[in-house]
């Protein structure tokens, strides 16, 4: 079995917390961390850009991969959102089967 972990920066709490709970009802995450305050340096437009960001960690199954990515960018309020997959297949194994009871299964 395979999972991953999508990470995601928004602007401020009440996005990253709009974006945690619409992955966690749809099933198409088991859980979302979300870490309140981060300071990102990154250039855009050419510029330099200094902001305060919440990070948000996701957790779900590989099958959920398009779907997440693609409701990611349906809620977020940036242009090009940050979205990080990391693949992972290991870890402890009543957790591992906790995430895969806890999102839906697209067997397409």
């Known amino acids: 079995m395979s999972y991953i972990l ?7 709490m ?3 917390k709009k974006i945690a709970k619409t992955l966690v009802d749809e099933r198409l995450a088991a859980c979302v961390n979300i870490i309140p305050y981060v300071k990102s340096f990154y250039v855009w437009e050419g510029k ?3 902001d305060d960001e919440c990070l948000l960690i996701i957790k779900t199954h590989i099958k ?4 997440l990515i693609r409701r990611i960018r349906e809620l977020h ?3 090009v959102p940050e979205i990080i997959i990391i693949n992972f297949n290991d ?3 009543e957790y591992l089967k906790w ?5 839906k299964r697209n067997e397409n």
């Open 91 to 93: 870890g402890l194994p």
């Open 48 to 50: 330099t850009t200094e």
């Open 77 to 79: 309020p940036y242009t």
């Open 99 to 103: 995430i895969s009871e806890s999102v």
């Open 64 to 67: 959920e991969k398009e779907n």
């Open 6 to 12: 999508a990470l995601t920066t928004t602007s401020g």
């Open 14 to 16: 009440e996005t990253a």
